[in-house]
């Protein structure tokens, strides 16, 4: 299994563009999350997913859409970047919710907005 | 010793010696709680989780205790090694309506050899 696989790893976008952050996972997890990490800081949560088709959001959700036509992938998506949008991003699944199982994490995508 | 960083708090260590690692966790409701091991430009890797029942658990060369009275956590780390300097945090399940975790800010672990 490749677990949780995001890209790009990296980004440099200018003020008012668009992206579309991938995360795709193999181990059949209805459970997926997007986070954001600011230096020095811990995780906070974006979006949640708790099976296809089923969205909502987490704690900083403004600036973010999110969906989920498959069980398998969660893109993320910026739609006007601001320069408060910079910051590492992690998507992460589980097989449980009610945070009654690990999360697993994949390796991040470092964005900056300039 | 522990000293605290512009924004993180860190704890140095010598190779060899046990690590504890501190958290304060927000809400008395929460029943499930975990530490997650950050290196540097990775992912948040699990290390241990431990339920609300209970007020230890062992892993292999780590234990969490749980003091739900005062809401505090602590990772502690056997005979810790280079290969242990990370970032830890604890996460908590606040128990909303899906049950999300809430992390705390991080503690940095340097081991000097």
């Known amino acids: 299994n490749a677990g949780v696989t995001q890209t790009p790893k990296f980004r440099i976008l200018k003020i008012g563009q668009s992206m579309t952050l991938q995360c795709t996972q193999d181990?059949?997890?209805?459970?997926m999350y997007w986070y954001r990490q600011d230096p020095g800081m811990g995780l906070k949560l974006i979006y949640y997913s708790v099976g296809a088709g089923i969205t909502d959001k987490g704690e900083v959700p403004n600036g973010y859409n999110v969906s989920r036509s498959t069980t398998e992938d969660f893109p993320l998506r910026l739609e006007l970047a601001a320069p408060s949008q910079t910051s590492v991003y992690f998507c992460?699944?589980?097989?449980?919710?009610?945070?009654?199982?690990?999360?697993?994490f994949g390796p991040g995508t470092r964005l900056t907005v300039t | 010793g522990e000293s605290v960083g512009l924004h993180l708090p860190t704890l140095s260590v010598q190779e060899g010696d046990n690590s504890i690692i501190n958290c304060a966790y927000s809400?008395?409701?929460?029943?499930?709680f975990i530490w997650y091991k950050q290196e540097s430009g990775k992912g948040p890797q699990f290390i241990i989780d431990i339920r609300s029942n209970m007020d230890k658990r062992q892993g292999q060369r780590v234990t969490v205790l749980l003091n739900k009275t005062v809401k505090h956590l602590s990772l502690q780390i056997a005979a810790t090694q280079p290969g242990d300097s990370a970032v830890y945090f604890c996460?908590?399940?606040?128990?909303?309506?899906?049950?999300?975790?809430?992390f705390g800010k991080g503690t940095k672990l340097s081991v000097k050899p």
């Open positions: 996460a908590e399940n606040y128990g909303g309506s899906q049950g999300n975790l809430i």
């Open positions: 181990m059949n997890h209805n459970y």
């Open positions: 809400n008395s409701a929460s029943d499930y």
């Open positions: 992460a699944s589980s097989s449980l919710g009610r945070g009654g199982a690990e999360q697993y």
